[in-house]
């Protein structure tokens, strides 16, 4: 394998963009990225991700604040003079280029002999399992297989930093996951460093070394997938990362990094997070409700839909609804009944009381 | 693996331009010389004569030391040679030497003339200065180009278009060139406006002329007549309608219909397009017209007075939309061909209706090319000028006035500057009605992904009558060419009708001899010189053109707005003001070139560009920005991105602005009229003077025979241009998408 | 500026001339601005070649564009001698001063009305031909719409020819402004104007070019053009159905000049190009191309298919008061408030 990685790390500081006069669309942010890892940029629409990766590209310009790649300033660099490459949501094919033409596109300007710009085409096809489709024009392609001529494109220019506008959101979801796949085993033995955009979680999840959770403009958290699953920073990331059940709560006293929390009958201790005792919110995954605890909350269960591998129920309690999952497809609780809901130990986050979501 | 320039080694484009402005500086003489490439001048003095010198000659001679200046800001950029592009210091030096030279260029060249000092105030200032400059030559001229793009270069590594040399380079280079050529001749021509008689200025002037009757009467409604604005704008609008509504159906039955004979009826739209002026209007008045064949017929056959019913609205409404459909026609078969398949095939899908996929989205997806069509008809209407005069009875135009109030009895160029405004203004509103059309609503149908899907035919409740309407003007444009074509090969035109080939013969005759071929017809002459300025014009008018339409769709820069309308004002312009503006504004230094065929091509250029950028804008809007952006990140830069996907994409544009720039530049009159000279006589020109002559026949076999080239270049341009690109073969491939 | 150019030129052939052992013809330079027709543009620029061996580069544009291009050139001249075309715009061109004065030594040999010309305009211009003005008839309609032969001015005001006369529009041709003038010298001004008053009725269009109504009755459009009488008989010669009439009432005529641009580049050829076209055998080139026009060399030969100048009554045109810019504005305007608008 000739196709090698010069991985190198980027580096956002204190960067705004502005478009026109006053839409904010990136909004002051700092912001490191290692050399050699997956980064993704997770966010609703509009919060300023596409924009983030498009600084990176060089195809936008900074308003504010500086940029680099490597130990370099890129900030006024234009695209072309980045050592950056990127995969487009619409994949960008040329429609009037061949398979290899496409790929061979940005080695003839880098300075390559011809023959050594066509073995390397030709390797980038191999890499991402297209070797012999060098001849077609793309669209004879299927959409995964012009999404792999597209990274195979990006790729062979070994690029210092490897960018995907939401790589995946063309494609149906058995081949995602594939392709997600695929994705992270060439960035991890290459070992590139890679920056990628997405709207779904889920994907974020599953690729990354790092997520970077982005919120009208802003960066929200930034943490690896565990980190921000666990413990979200705020209610917008536990809702964001994996679904998450908002419940307010009281805490009643605080001992060292232990939290003593009750809503309404009950209590429950988890680590404190530097919250004093006062009104609280607490963040509680589907997954981490005890059903049929002894000293639980009574909830009515008002829907309840069988997935396969899962119960998944919607309760009703005094404080609003809750979505509970339960393992347990073997004796359902039926709608209607009144179950006993406790929290698992570990699991539950606490979060301020009275931020916005 | 990609080297980061700005880094490491000085930039290359700056190396050049530097070298660039140092050699026109040093080697090249500095003032225009007659007959530059026969290169009499190298061995006749250079480089010590005054008038061959390059400009560092001159200053060490003692001579011209005005230029001395100059060598500041050539040497100036020398010092950031080492800097990095990101070093504010390297900007700061570039912009100011390049706004130095080229300012210092402007100033010196504007304040010294042929007869010293061009001002009197400067005579007063600096005393009487006993020199004189003539017209700039190559040396001045690359000098100017070094300066510009030097100061390009600097506003790029500001950051400006996000730090783009060659978008930079291309705005700076477009705004140039569309100020010298465009808004400084017409800015000379409109001041005239404002001239009194004995030679001051006034806005009483302006308003007079401006308030007249005769421009705004609105007579017409009572039974007189109308305003000539009136009678103007209402033939545009007329012509821009049917021509757009005739364009797109022949564009539909191309590209929609299983019509057998398409390419037929392709090639037959194509024939207005090159026909020399008058000649429509000469067959028409031969069918039409008192005594014309059809007219005489039904008179008969009726039992009326034949009238004169030609001449007026009818004829010349007849007559540009003969002439203009066919410009409407290539601009909609690219918009035509562009709507993406799929689009129409998911509305049907969406139990839509053939003629409802039609009206709600190949119709409204069809817009941007039909509101430039429309535009395009518009304009045409508006400055045509052969039309009008031929077939325009007593319903006057401006653009048969404007050329009468300049060469008519009353000499009233005022008037003319004035009748030139109004055009104007119309042409600034038709421009920003269709703007507002628009709107702001994305029509980008080509994305990166391939598209396979087919085109499905028009319903049938449309292609009947589209069918009808478009054989029926076919059928009328075959009988007018067949009449021009009788018209060349019969004694004398509607008169003597034995068959001859003399016309031919006298225009065209060859002899060979022991020297080889002599070419003995009388239209040799003008034939080779027009062969040669328009082949020169066309492919520099595409290039013009489309470097516009891509900054124009693809680079937001401050004051686009008024860009994308600076490069639409010549097109606007009747040709008669643009001859006479040229004539002012380039008769004298610094830009010293009437007499020669660059006049005669840059008028092409600038009078053609509008067709380039508006067939490259209409065909760039429908390609995804994305495949430009994934070429800049793959390391191409802009130009390579311009180059390599962009215009590949873009065949049918390329096609109708070569082809239309070169045809134009063939058969154009009003401002050849005043820029053709004894050494660069134009085929219209000639042909004009043998009509004015009586020499109908000749006239005709000339323009025939002119008609037949500009077919086989029309051809063998479409070979060439389809040859190097196989076009955009994504839209007939089949493949699966997900 | 003028002696850098023509040294420059001079100094540019004689090397040339060195390298490449031209003959010497290439010395001398003439650009010569033509207003005529074509063939005898063409005719006059060789001949003058041939005879003085001095190349000439000829451009042909009617008088009106050449006018416009000589005043839009005149800082920085590039024509050296304008040849052909009614008097009009070369009286303009001599008082706006753009063109120079010579008096040539072939002067004697020409008729008076082509010396008063020159009179009139400081020496600045002179006559080379003349042509009287009239009309001419489409034999044809005439005879199809059953109507009676007009023989003079007056005719022409009859009811019967509605729709079937044809003139230029005297704002836009010189032809038709010296129809105005001649109307006006004829019957007085009152009487000129009520005349072309009532001609306005029977007018079916105004055209733009001063020759276009006898054109227009040559193809069949028009039934009567009024025009100069050589460009009705030129009509007839090529083959139309043509009949040229010279008015009875008498009529103006209009003096073909030749005028020196102001500050030419090559003022020796243009003075030589000046005295030879003056000349007997410059003028009856005439007889070799359509050209029916009177030259103004007394010796000359004028065609035998051109009208008859004796036969016809002409008056006594005052070039000066009509050809001045005054006057005509004067009556330009008149004929645009009083004439023009009036309904048809």
């Known amino acids: 394998m000739s196709i090698n990685a010069k991985a190198a790390p980027v580096s956002f500081r204190n960067v705004t963009k502005i478009y026109g006069k006053d839409v904010v669309a990136v909004d002051s942010i700092n912001l490191e990225i290692e050399a050699g890892k997956l980064v993704t940029l997770l966010g609703p629409s509009g919060c300023g991700k596409t924009t983030t990766l498009r600084m990176i590209a060089g195809l936008e310009i900074a308003s504010k604040g500086k940029i680099y790649i490597g130990d370099q300033d890129v900030t006024l660099l234009p695209a072309t003079d980045r050592d950056v490459s990127m995969v487009f949501q619409s994949y960008a094919l040329f429609p009037h280029m061949s398979v290899i033409e496409n790929v061979s596109y940005g080695l003839t300007f880098s300075g390559f002999e011809k023959s050594e710009t066509r073995d390397r085409a030709h390797q980038g096809l191999e890499l991402v399992g297209l070797k012999g489709y060098g001849d077609r024009l793309p669209s004879e392609l299927s959409g995964g297989q012009q999404q792999r001529v597209a990274v195979a494109r990006a790729l062979v220019l070994e690029p210092q930093v490897l960018l995907f506008d939401e790589p995946l959101s063309n494609l149906d979801a058995k081949l995602r996951r594939q392709v997600r796949e695929d994705i992270r085993d060439i960035q991890q033995n290459l070992g590139l460093t890679v920056v990628y955009v997405t709207h779904d979680q889920e994907e974020a999840l599953a690729v990354s070394d790092e997520i970077v959770v982005m919120r009208n403009a802003g960066i929200a958290q930034v943490g690896a997938p565990r980190e921000l699953y666990d413990a979200p920073a705020d209610r917008f990331v536990a809702d964001f990362i994996g679904e998450a059940n908002i419940i307010p709560c009281e805490i009643t006293d605080v001992q060292g990094e232990t939290a003593q929390i009750t809503i309404g009958t009950l209590k429950h201790q988890l680590p404190a997070r530097g919250m004093v005792p006062g009104p609280a919110n607490l963040a509680v995954r589907p997954t981490r409700f005890k059903l049929g605890a002894a000293d639980g909350l009574a909830m009515q269960v008002e829907k309840a839909t069988y997935v396969g591998s899962r119960m998944e129920y919607t309760l009703a309690t005094s404080f609003g609804e809750v979505f509970v999952v339960s393992e347990d497809v073997d004796a359902p609780l039926a709608i209607g009944d009144t179950v006993a809901v406790g929290l698992d130990s570990i699991g539950p986050v606490l979060l301020a009381a009275n931020e916005n979501p | 693996m990609k080297r980061v320039r700005s880094n490491d080694a000085a930039n290359p484009v700056l190396i050049f331009w530097i070298i660039a402005g140092l050699v026109g500086f040093c080697l090249l003489p500095w003032y225009g010389i007659e007959d530059f490439f026969q290169f009499e001048w190298l061995t006749d003095g250079y480089p010590f004569d005054d008038d061959y010198a390059p400009g560092a000659f001159l200053i060490a001679q003692g001579q011209k030391l005005w230029l001395a200046p100059f060598l500041v800001p050539l040497l100036m950029p020398l010092l950031v040679l080492r800097r990095a592009k990101t070093d504010p210091i390297y900007s700061k030096i570039l912009i100011l030497a390049g706004a130095l030279g080229f300012g210092w260029l402007i100033i010196q060249g504007f304040s010294i003339g042929i007869r010293g000092w061009n001002f009197s105030w400067m005579e007063a200032a600096f005393g009487e200065l006993d020199d004189r400059q003539f017209g700039m030559g190559y040396g001045a001229l690359i000098c100017a180009s070094s300066f510009l793009f030097i100061f390009t270069q600097g506003i790029a590594a500001r950051g400006a278009i996000n730090g783009d040399v060659f978008v930079v380079s291309s705005i700076g280079g477009v705004v140039v060139i569309v100020t010298a050529f465009v808004f400084f001749p017409i800015a000379k021509m409109l001041t005239a406006a404002f001239i009194t008689q004995d030679g001051g200025y006034s806005l009483a002037v302006f308003a007079s002329k401006f308030f007249d009757d005769r421009l705004w009467g609105l007579g017409c409604l009572s039974g007189g007549r109308c305003g000539v604005a009136w009678n103007s704008l209402f033939l545009a609008v007329m012509v821009?309608?049917?021509?757009?509504?005739?364009?797109?159906?022949?564009?539909?039955?191309?590209?929609?219909?299983?019509?057998?004979?398409?390419?037929?009826?392709?090639?037959?739209?194509?024939?207005?397009?090159?026909?020399?002026?008058?000649?429509?209007?000469?067959?028409?008045?031969?069918?039409?017209?008192?005594?014309?064949?059809?007219?005489?017929?039904?008179?008969?056959?009726?039992?009326?007075?034949?009238?004169?019913?030609?001449?007026g609205l009818p004829g010349v409404l007849i007559a540009q939309t003969l002439a203009f459909t066919p410009i409407a026609f290539l601009v909609l078969i690219g918009v035509v061909e562009g709507v993406s398949p799929s689009m129409e095939e998911a509305a049907q899908t969406l139990r839509a209706s053939k003629w409802q996929v039609f009206k709600t989205v190949s119709l409204p997806l069809m817009r941007p090319g039909l509101a430039n069509a429309f535009l395009l008809g518009f304009i045409e209407s508006m400055a045509d000028f052969g039309n009008p005069l031929v077939l325009g009875g007593n319903f006057d135009v401006l653009s048969t006035e404007i050329f009468f109030a300049i060469v008519g009895a009353q000499y009233d160029q005022g008037k003319?500057?004035?009748?030139?405004?109004?055009?104007?203004?119309?042409?600034?509103?038709?421009?920003?009605?269709?703007?507002?059309?628009?709107?702001?609503?994305?029509?980008?149908?080509?994305?990166?992904?391939?598209?396979?899907?087919?085109?499905?035919?028009?319903?049938?409740?449309?292609?009947?009558?589209?069918?009808?309407?478009?054989?029926?003007?076919?059928?009328?444009?075959?009988?007018?060419?067949?009449?021009?074509?009788?018209?060349?090969?019969?004694?004398?035109?509607?008169?003597?009708?034995?068959?001859?080939?003399?016309?031919?013969?006298?225009?065209?005759?060859?002899?060979?001899?022991?020297?080889?071929?002599?070419?003995?017809?009388?239209?040799?002459?003008?034939?080779?010189?027009?062969?040669?300025?328009?082949?020169?014009?066309?492919?520099?008018?595409?290039?013009?053109?489309?470097?516009?339409?891509?900054?124009?769709?693809?680079?937001?820069?401050?004051?686009?707005?008024?860009?994308?309308?600076?490069?639409?004002?010549?097109?606007?312009?009747?040709?008669?003001?643009?001859?006479?503006?040229?004539?002012?504004?380039?008769?004298?230094?610094p830009i010293e070139i009437t007499g020669t065929g660059i006049i005669l091509v840059v008028s092409f250029i600038f009078r053609n560009m509008p067709v380039g950028v508006r067939a490259g804008i209409a065909s760039m809007s429908q390609l995804d920005k994305s495949l430009d952006e994934s070429s800049l990140t793959l390391g191409a830069n802009s130009w390579q991105t311009f180059r390599r996907v962009i215009l590949p994409l873009l065949r049918p544009a390329i096609l109708a602005a070569l082809v239309y720039s070169f045809v134009r530049a063939m058969t154009a009159i009003s401002a050849v009229i005043f820029l053709v000279s004894a050494e660069y006589d134009m085929a219209t020109s000639y042909i004009i003077g043998r009509v004015e002559n009586n020499d109908y026949g000749l006239a005709i076999a000339y323009s025939t025979t002119l008609i037949f080239v500009m077919l086989s270049v029309v051809l063998a341009m479409q070979l060439i241009v389809g040859r190097i690109n196989i076009g955009r073969r994504a839209a007939n491939g089949s493949g699966e998408k997900t | 500026m003028k002696t850098n150019t023509k040294i420059r030129v001079t100094f540019g052939a004689t090397a040339l001339a060195l390298m490449t052992a031209t003959n010497a013809a290439y010395a001398d330079k003439l650009t010569f601005y033509c207003s005529a027709q074509e063939d005898w543009c063409q005719l006059m620029a060789n001949s003058f070649q041939d005879a003085t061996g001095i190349e000439v580069a000829m451009t042909r544009k009617s008088s009106g564009e050449t006018f416009a291009q000589i005043k839009a050139e005149s800082s920085n001249p590039r024509g050296d001698v304008w040849w052909g075309g009614t008097g009009d715009p070369h009286l303009q061109a001599a008082e706006e001063g753009l063109t120079a004065e010579y008096i040539s030594p072939m002067r004697e040999q020409l008729h008076p009305w082509a010396i008063s010309q020159a009179e009139s305009a400081d020496n600045k211009t002179i006559g080379i031909y003349s042509g009287a003005l009239g009309f001419g008839y489409n034999s044809d309609l005439l005879a199809a719409n059953g109507l009676s032969t007009p023989a003079c001015w007056k005719d022409l005001l009859k009811p019967e020819f509605k729709g079937h006369v044809q003139m230029a529009n005297p704002n836009s041709s010189g032809t038709a402004y010296t129809t105005l003038a001649t109307m006006v010298q004829l019957f007085g001004e009152d009487d000129g104007f009520d005349f072309m008053a009532g001609l306005h009725a029977n007018i079916n269009q105004y055209t733009k070019s001063g020759s276009a109504p006898i054109k227009a009755a040559g193809r069949g459009e028009n039934t009567i053009g009024i025009v100069f009488l050589h460009d009705a008989v030129k009509q007839a010669v090529s083959g139309f159905p043509v009949e040229p009439v010279a008015p009875c009432e008498g009529t103006g005529y209009e003096i073909g000049s030749m005028s020196i641009i102001d500050g030419a580049r090559n003022m020796d050829s243009a003075k030589a190009f000046y005295d030879w076209a003056l000349s007997t055998d410059a003028q009856n080139l005439a007889l070799q191309v359509n050209a029916f026009q009177v030259p103004s060399n007394m010796n000359a030969e004028t065609s035998p298919s051109a009208p008859d100048m004796s036969q016809i009554k002409l008056i006594d045109y005052d070039f000066r008061t009509y050809g001045s810019s005054e006057t005509r504005q004067r009556l330009l305007k008149k004929w645009d408030d009083e004439v023009s608008i009036l309904p048809q």
């Open chain 2, 240 to 311: 821009g309608f049917l021509t757009t509504v005739l364009g797109l159906f022949f564009a539909l039955i191309v590209t929609r219909s299983g019509f057998r004979y398409k390419k037929v009826l392709r090639a037959l739209t194509v024939l207005p397009v090159i026909t020399p002026p008058f000649v429509i209007g000469l067959a028409l008045i031969l069918l039409f017209g008192l005594s014309g064949t059809v007219t005489v017929f039904f008179a008969d056959l009726f039992g009326v007075q034949p009238t004169r019913w030609l001449y």
């Open chain 2, 416 to 589: 003319a500057a004035v009748l030139a405004m109004v055009l104007l203004s119309f042409t600034l509103g038709a421009f920003y009605a269709q703007r507002f059309w628009l709107g702001k609503k994305s029509y980008t149908t080509v994305s990166g992904k391939g598209d396979s899907g087919v085109h499905p035919h028009m319903p049938s409740a449309l292609s009947v009558p589209v069918l009808m309407i478009a054989l029926g003007w076919a059928a009328f444009t075959i009988v007018v060419y067949l009449m021009i074509f009788y018209g060349s090969v019969v004694e004398l035109w509607g008169v003597n009708n034995t068959l001859t080939l003399k016309h031919y013969g006298t225009a065209f005759s060859v002899r060979f001899d022991d020297e080889g071929i002599r070419w003995t017809g009388a239209a040799w002459n003008s034939f080779w010189t027009t062969l040669q300025i328009a082949g020169i014009a066309a492919p520099l008018t595409a290039i013009v053109g489309l470097i516009t339409a891509y900054l124009l769709t693809r680079q937001t820069f401050a004051g686009k707005n008024a860009f994308e309308f600076g490069t639409m004002l010549s097109f606007a312009i009747p040709g008669t003001v643009i001859g006479v503006s040229y004539i002012l504004a380039f008769n004298v230094p």
